[in-house]
């Protein structure tokens, strides 16, 4: 299988790759910790090598395995870690993110994400993550979990505009932020970070999907990836902690679904005729 991975653009203009590795609940369970790290650097082989991570995953734990998972190969990555809200005051941040790169083993993180909104006003987490950036700590930063009036609100604080992403849940399920929000992030040229493509394995028992799996000779799971993965301007991070399953959803990347699949997906998984609140997990 090729390493060469298809790309979106960040609103400077950095590209970084459209596919990528989640890490939720990694870390966590020490018999799984080898075939963790083993799926993770298959993936980085195969050119999955954004991975996102934060500092709320085992309390630290994800973070600490990623730092052993990236020895030698840190400089290949796009590494996104995240902040906890009660952290993200202009000090908070700074504390945090330190930590962070101490149990990421690097000298810096290539985009740093407000978790979801929490108290602390936006406009001193931008100045905290502008700090960081000028520091040479992080490269960008952006936000997770924030629907349109978030969106809307982090632009009019002094800085707010140079949010590289927002990564939020968008996957064949929770087709919400397809009425508003996916249009509105495009139109300021900033892609959109799909999590849980593949809804956190909790896609329904039996659906259309099945069907297109089946006559494809594919999995459900490869059918929602390339679902999600069909629109120029979202990019996902799928997590696996085997090494079959970064595979197959590598091999996702390849799998172009014709009209009439869209349309049975469409019949089933019905797109947002209203605006629909963001969902979270
Ligand atoms: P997900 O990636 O949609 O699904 C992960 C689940 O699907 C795991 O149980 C995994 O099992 C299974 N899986 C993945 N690929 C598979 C395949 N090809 N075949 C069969 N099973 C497969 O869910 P997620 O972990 O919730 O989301 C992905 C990442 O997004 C997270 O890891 C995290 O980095 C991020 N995230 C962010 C937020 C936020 O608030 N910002 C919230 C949730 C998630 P195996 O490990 O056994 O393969």
């Given at each position: 299988m090729s390493n060469e991975i298809a790309s979106v653009s960040l609103p400077d203009g950095e590209r970084i790759p459209k596919l990528g590795q989640g890490t939720w609940e990694m870390g966590e369970q020490p018999s799984r910790r080898a075939a963790e790290i083993a799926a993770l650097r298959e993936g980085i082989d195969l050119g999955m090598t954004l991975i996102d991570t934060?500092?709320?995953?085992?309390?630290?734990?994800?973070?600490?395995?990623?730092?052993?998972?990236?020895?030698?190969?840190?400089?290949?990555?796009?590494?996104?870690?995240?902040?906890?809200?009660?952290?993200?005051?202009?000090?908070?941040?700074?504390?945090?993110?330190?930590?962070?790169?101490?149990?990421?083993?690097?000298?810096?993180?290539?985009?740093?994400?407000?978790?979801?909104?929490?108290?602390?006003?936006?406009?001193?987490?931008?100045?905290?993550?502008?700090?960081?950036?000028?520091?040479?700590?992080?490269?960008?930063?952006?936000?997770?979990?924030?629907?349109?009036?978030?969106?809307?609100?982090l632009f009019s604080v002094p800085g707010g505009e140079a949010c590289a992403t927002n990564q939020v849940l968008y996957n064949v399920a929770r087709r919400g932020p397809e009425f508003d929000l996916l249009p509105w992030l495009a139109e300021r040229s900033m892609p959109t970070m799909s999590y849980s493509p593949v809804d956190h394995a909790r896609l329904p028992?039996?659906?259309?999907?099945?069907?297109?799996?089946?006559?494809?000779?594919?999995?459900?799971?490869?059918?929602?990836?390339?679902?999600?993965?069909?629109?120029?301007?979202?990019?996902?991070?799928?997590?696996?902690?085997r090494i079959e399953h970064v595979r197959d959803n590598r091999r996702a990347m390849d799998l172009q679904l014709t009209a009439d699949e869209h349309a049975a997906i469409d019949a089933y998984f019905r797109p947002p005729r209203s605006k629909r609140p963001l969902e979270m997990l």
């Open positions: 934060a500092e709320m995953y085992g309390e630290g734990a994800t973070e600490s395995l990623l730092g052993e998972a990236l020895s030698g190969v840190r400089d290949d990555v796009f590494l996104v870690s995240k902040v906890y809200p009660h952290n993200a005051s202009r000090r908070g941040v700074q504390a945090a993110c330190e930590q962070s790169l101490k149990r990421l083993k690097t000298d810096r993180v290539d985009l740093y994400l407000l978790h979801w909104r929490g108290s602390v006003p936006l406009a001193e987490t931008v100045e905290g993550f502008e700090a960081l950036r000028r520091a040479g700590k992080i490269r960008h930063w952006g936000v997770s979990n924030f629907d349109t009036d978030d969106m809307e609100e028992k039996r659906s259309p999907l099945d069907d297109i799996a089946s006559v494809r000779g594919v999995s459900v799971f490869q059918v929602a990836l390339a679902w999600v993965l069909r629109r120029p301007e979202v990019f996902a991070i799928p997590k696996s902690g």
